[in-house]
C-alpha cells in the first residue's frame, strides 16, 4: 500500500512539473505556464495550474523574458519586434551557415538531411562558426510533435520559434523524421518563400 502511495505521489509530481516554463511580464509580475506558441507579435500559454484549461494570449511587448523548464532564457524587452525580425533575417539569410541541434539525437541527424536536402543555408558542425543555432524541440505524447528555435550564438537567445508540428496524418513511419521533415518544410521553409 505504501508503494502504491508513494508511485501515485510521485506521478503526481510529475505530471504538475510537466509544462513549467516561466513568462516574466513587464510588470515584473510572473506566470508558471506551457507556452504554446509564439507569433510575431502575441505568445499564446496556459497556466501550469490548469494545463487542461483555456490558452491565453498576451502581446510580446508586455513580456519581458521566458525561462523554458530546459533553462532556456528568451529576451523580450531588449528587441522591440521590428527589430527582433530584422535580426532573424539577418543571421538566418541564404547561405548563411546553421549549426543544427535538438533535444533528441535522432532528431539531430533528420534534420541535417532535411536541411540538406533543401540547401538555403550552409551547415557546420561547430557552434562557433555558426551564423545561428537551429534548435529543434521534440516532444513524444500519443504522437510526436515540436517547433524549431532559431538562436543567436551571441547570447543564446531565441529569436523566433516555429508554431508546433505533429505526426498526426503522416505518413512516415518514423515519426521523429516525420514530425522533424514536417517542421522544416511547413513551419521554416513558408518563412523564407516570399524573399
Not at 516554463?21 to 496556459?46: L, P, R
Not at 541564404?94 to 541541434?101: G, T
Not at 547570447?155 to 508554431?163: A, P, S
Request: glycine share 4%.
Amino acid at each position: 500500500m505504501r508503494n502504491l502511495i508513494l508511485t501515485i505521489v510521485f506521478l503526481l509530481v510529475q505530471h504538475i512539473s510537466f509544462g513549467q516554463d516561466i513568462i516574466k511580464f513587464t510588470n515584473s509580475e510572473q506566470q508558471s505556464c506551457k507556452v504554446i506558441e509564439i507569433t510575431e507579435s502575441h505568445i499564446k500559454y496556459k497556466k501550469s495550474e490548469n494545463l487542461e484549461g483555456p490558452v491565453y494570449t498576451v502581446s510580446i511587448s508586455e513580456v519581458e523574458n521566458i525561462t523554458y523548464k530546459n533553462g532556456m532564457i528568451e529576451n523580450y524587452s531588449k528587441l522591440n519586434v521590428g527589430d527582433l525580425n530584422e535580426l532573424f533575417y539577418k543571421l538566418t539569410k541564404r547561405k548563411n551557415k546553421v549549426f543544427v541541434d535538438a533535444n533528441d539525437a535522432n532528431a539531430i541527424i533528420h534534420a541535417t538531411n532535411e536541411l540538406k536536402k533543401w540547401g538555403y543555408w550552409g551547415i557546420v558542425k561547430d557552434k562557433k562558426d555558426a551564423d545561428f543555432i537551429l534548435f529543434f524541440n521534440l516532444t513524444n505524447a500519443l504522437d510526436f510533435f515540436g517547433n524549431a528555435r532559431f538562436i543567436n550564438p551571441e547570447n543564446d537567445e531565441i529569436i523566433k520559434q516555429t508554431e508546433n508540428a505533429n505526426t498526426l496524418a503522416n505518413m512516415d513511419l518514423n515519426p521523429k523524421r516525420g514530425v522533424v521533415k514536417k517542421i522544416v518544410r511547413k513551419r521554416i521553409k513558408p518563412l523564407y518563400k516570399n524573399i
